[in-house]
Each structure stands twice: as C-alpha cells, then as structure tokens.
C-alpha cells in the first residue's frame, strides 16, 4: 500500500474512534432504554472499524 492511501485509512480510523466517543457521549447524556443500547452498539462498531483500520495503517 503507498503511503498516501495508509494516510487516508489512517484518518479514517481515527476518524471513527471519533465518531464513536460523540455517540457512546450522545447516548450516556441524552437517551434511554433500546435507543440508548443500539447508539452503544453502533458506537462499540465504529471503534472496532477504527482500530481495523488502524491496525491496517501501520502494517
């Protein structure tokens, strides 16, 4: 992979650890019940994503 493609992977994946942090914060303040459940889901997606993609950055 040429480094400007693990560039934008690498801002990808930072871009959704991100992105995770804001929903898991949204979800904890704002929501309740299964709402507040399918926000953490989809939250603890993103930072896997992330990570993924980061791992896939550095190697």
Known sequence: MDP???MW??????GLM???AV????ARLKTKGWVR???SLAAFAML???LVYGM???V
């Open 23 to 26: 929903v898991i914060t949204f």
């Open 37 to 39: 459940l399918v926000l």
């Open 18 to 20: 991100v992105l995770a």
């Open 9 to 14: 992977v690498s801002f990808l994946g930072i």
């Open 48 to 50: 896997l994503f992330g």
């Open 56 to 58: 896939v950055a550095i």
């Open 4 to 6: 400007m493609t693990k």
